[in-house]
């Protein structure tokens, strides 16, 4: 009699998810080529997530917006035509030719959406960046001041509600005068009076705006990466998020803010993060399907070695992330950590993970090392420069890319990657990675 999900050991979940990623019962393939490819491409990246040797060294390149100046189209072009979006991205996918994943443009937001909300927290091309530019970026600020902790820790959602949605989203700024729901009782006559205010009412219209806009921009989306699964090529990133830290440091307090609360008010910003960290793991779990890959991308960001000590590290950020870590580990969720910067001086901390169970995927962090003492616990993904697929020519980054494959992919458990994304380029380099791996990095 087959176990229920709940009696299944952490190791016999991941597995599961994992022949689920493999069965792709749900696509419609193009053809038994398609289908066989994609099962070949699907086998080649389990393996190598959970530490065996596939047939041969996988290779993720590193494509995010890349996909647009390859068509010859500007990020101001696909963030406001969603027509144009699709075509760009199926261009690349037609074009390139044989890859291991593809990445479809799940990092490309409405840039209609988030003018009808007047977002705050980026500045895109056409808003706030010239029209040329090719990413958006992030604009740092106090989103939640640093009096606000209890009322984040006592009550989150309506914190982001009528506090820090208000500051984020000008569009929102009514939210300020809804009461909090959970004040209305069992006679409700007066509980819907805020929302016939026509500031409120308008800011709801604005939302229902930017939902219509973005059912728009999920549909395109949604198309390509279909589309690419029916050719074969599956993507390896089945969900999103973010160490708690970062949860507080990126979108509430600030870079600033969260690096003085370590020294100012650390009992209140332990307190915050013990309060988003179920939170946290619950978004995660709900972002994995239960036939796509079984992986989450957590994309670390003020970790790094530049950032905090090593006490601080151990401190503040390392004990909740490993909560929502170990969380999804039991769940046989395979989260896939993001290191961006310098991880070196982290390496025998993070060790301490359960072997098989997680990916680190490493930017500039010394992958040798990071073989040396994770190689045997870990799939270890990365780290060819950014500067070098952007500006090296073919021959430097193959040349590369054989180095990594040499020491990193020994033993298996190894992805070839870039060690960030590239947004512009020479398609001959990205070409030269999947070579590199076809030539270098077959297992005898």
Request: proline fraction near 6%; include cysteine.
């Amino acid at each position: 009699m087959a176990k229920e999900w709940a009696e299944l050991t952490p190791d016999e979940k991941r597995e599961e998810r994992f022949k689920a990623w493999m069965s792709a019962s749900d696509i419609k393939f193009t053809s038994p080529e398609a289908r066989k490819a994609y099962r070949e491409r699907v086998t080649r990246l389990g393996r190598a997530f959970q530490l065996q040797k596939p047939d041969r060294v996988p290779c993720n390149i590193p494509v995010s917006l890349f996909a647009a100046s390859y068509a010859g189209m500007t990020l101001h072009e696909v963030m406001y035509d969603s027509t144009k979006l699709k075509q760009a991205w199926r261009k690349f996918l037609h074009e390139f030719g044989d890859m291991d994943t593809y990445m479809g443009p799940v990092f490309v937001p409405s840039g209609k959406a988030l003018e009808v909300v007047d977002y705050k927290l980026y500045k895109w091309p056409g808003h706030g960046l010239s029209t040329d530019t090719l990413s958006y970026q992030c604009v740092e600020g106090e989103y939640m001041k640093a009096d606000e902790y209890d009322d984040l820790i006592q009550d989150p959602s309506n914190f982001w509600l009528r506090t820090y949605l208000p500051r984020v989203f000008g569009a929102f700024e009514p939210f300020r005068n809804i009461p909090p729901f959970t004040s209305i009782e069992e006679i409700a006559i007066m509980s819907f009076v805020p929302f016939g205010i026509p500031d409120v009412q308008a800011a709801f219209e604005a939302l229902l705006e930017a939902g219509r806009e973005s059912i728009k921009w999920a549909e395109a989306i949604g198309s390509v990466i279909n589309e690419a699964l029916e050719l074969g090529f599956p993507s390896i990133i089945g969900g999103l998020a973010k160490a708690p830290f970062d949860t507080l440091g990126d979108t509430l307090r600030g870079t600033q803010g969260i690096m003085m609360d370590m020294f100012q008010r650390p009992d209140k910003l332990h307190e915050a993060m013990e309060r988003i960290t179920p939170l946290t793991i619950a978004s995660a779990k709900s972002s994995v399907s239960d036939s796509g890959p079984p992986i989450v991308m957590m994309p670390l960001h003020k970790g790094a070695d530049g950032f905090m000590s090593g006490k601080q590290f151990e401190t503040f950020y390392w004990p909740s992330l490993k909560k929502v870590v170990m969380a999804l580990v039991e769940d046989g969720i395979m989260p896939m950590l993001f290191a961006e910067g310098s991880y070196n001086q982290r390496l025998d901390i993070v060790r301490e993970l359960p072997g098989g169970a997680v990916a680190w995927y490493f930017d500039q962090t010394d992958i040798f090392r990071a073989k040396e003492v994770l190689g045997d616990k870990a799939c270890i993904i990365g780290n060819v420069p950014t500067s070098l697929i952007m500006t090296g020519t073919p021959q430097q980054v193959k040349e590369h890319c054989r180095k990594l494959i040499e020491v990193c992919g020994k033993g298996g458990g190894y992805i070839l990657a870039g060690g960030a994304m590239v947004d512009e380029g020479d398609p001959a380099n990205l070409t030269a990675m999947m070579d590199a791996a076809k030539e270098y990095g077959v297992y005898k």
